[in-house]
């Protein structure tokens, strides 16, 4: 297997078995570990986190001068950036995992066959995770807690552009692990940023139970392409959220602007906002707090003449995920176009609707 880094050496292939020799022998632990010690493993990381945020976040610091030297965009760049906020978010996010009730061992099914058999179907670990991912520092802990958290040991590896934070926040989670007394090779960070080991992780089916791509599209193409385990994979994130007729004008106010300002450059946040007809006298409000904060809209030939300063939008952009300040709004005629403009051009990712009918919401869902 090659890539535009180079071709898979043995070197990669003895690492990986190295590595995934020892996380398999990790997975049996945790598999039968007490939820308890799971979560004071993340707990504990958390505090770890907290204690390290002066070396976390300068070793932040040193990959985002490396990305702007490189030229990464302001999106990868706010993508890749942490600060004390959001370094407390990823140590908060730790400790609500740990507060999750308990997956393992959790009774999906039960039934008993004509001959008396009773059988019953239960959540177990899956063993070991791979996970790749992109230029967001936070994945290193979000990946490794909810691994943690089901029982499953998990290699990690992260984008060469988030180097330095992904070594720092995995040195914390390490100190967890050893704080609960799991093994500390449970979470695993690749060691190299070469792209062909990349490869290596793909290929090591004796050591892996699954992966999952967390990124671009030509990311997880890669990984749906060349894994010879099962893949868990996303797509892009063309969000899409509707404001009914019966929608509240305030909520829907705050709600698109929380959802397309709070980090336009994550695959989470909004990229369109249909709007009912009915509700067209909320678009003076929309275009005022938006264009405050600083996004670009553009709408379609009914919005348009509302606001001068709505741009043309065209049908590229009912497709595209800007993953920056760029807001595509468009006007509907009730539910039914508003579902089938998202199933033409959403991705599956995340759609919403605002509304005070239950029984509205309770279709569109």
């Not at 692990?177 to 190299?192: D, I, N, R, Y």
């Not at 992966?211 to 797509?235: F, I, M, N, T, W």
């Not at 709505?310 to 039914?336: C, H, M, Q, R, S």
């Amino acid at each position: 297997m090659t890539d535009d880094a180079g071709t898979m050496t043995d070197n990669h292939a003895a690492m990986l078995e190295r590595l995934g020799r020892s996380a398999r022998t990790a997975a049996r632990t945790l598999a039968v570990s007490a939820p308890r010690q799971r979560d004071r493993a993340l707990g504990a990381a958390a505090q770890a986190i907290r204690q390290a945020h002066r070396e976390i976040l300068e070793a932040n610091r040193k990959d985002v001068q490396a990305g702007r030297e490189r030229g990464l965009s302001d999106a990868l760049l706010d993508r890749l950036r942490l600060d004390e906020t959001r370094l407390e978010g990823i140590a908060a996010g730790l400790e609500a995992i740990a507060a999750l009730p308990d997956p393992v061992g959790r009774l999906l099914a039960e039934w008993t066959r004509p001959n008396g058999l009773r059988i019953r179907r239960v959540a177990v670990p899956i063993g070991v995770i791979g996970v790749i991912y992109e230029s967001r520092p936070n994945v290193t802990a979000d990946a490794a807690g909810l691994c943690l958290k089901s029982g499953n040991a998990v290699i990690l590896r992260g984008g060469s552009e988030a180097v330095h934070s992904n070594r720092a926040l995995h040195a914390a989670l390490v100190q967890g692990l050893q704080a609960a007394e799991l093994p500390v090779e449970s979470v695993q960070l690749l060691p190299t940023q070469d792209r062909a080991a990349v490869g290596a992780l793909l290929a090591a089916h004796r050591w892996l139970d699954m992966v999952v791509p967390r990124g671009g599209k030509s990311l997880v193409a890669r990984v749906q392409q060349d894994a010879r385990v099962p893949v868990l994979a996303h797509l892009d994130g063309n969000n899409h959220l509707y404001i009914h007729a019966a929608a509240d004008p305030a909520m829907a106010v705050e709600v698109v602007a929380n959802a397309k300002m709070r980090r336009p450059g994550i695959c989470g946040a909004l990229e369109t906002v249909l709007i009912d007809r009915a509700r067209l006298d909320l678009v003076p409000a929309l275009v005022d707090r938006l264009s405050d904060m600083g996004c670009e809209l553009r709408a379609d030939d009914t919005l348009r003449p509302l606001d001068a300063r709505f741009k043309p939008a065209d049908e590229n952009d009912w497709a595209t995920e800007y993953l920056e300040a760029i807001l595509a709004l468009k006007a509907v005629d009730g539910p039914k176009e508003a579902l089938a403009h998202i199933a033409r051009y959403g991705s599956g990712h995340t759609d919403g609707i605002i509304t005070g009918d239950q029984s509205t919401a309770e279709e569109f869902l």
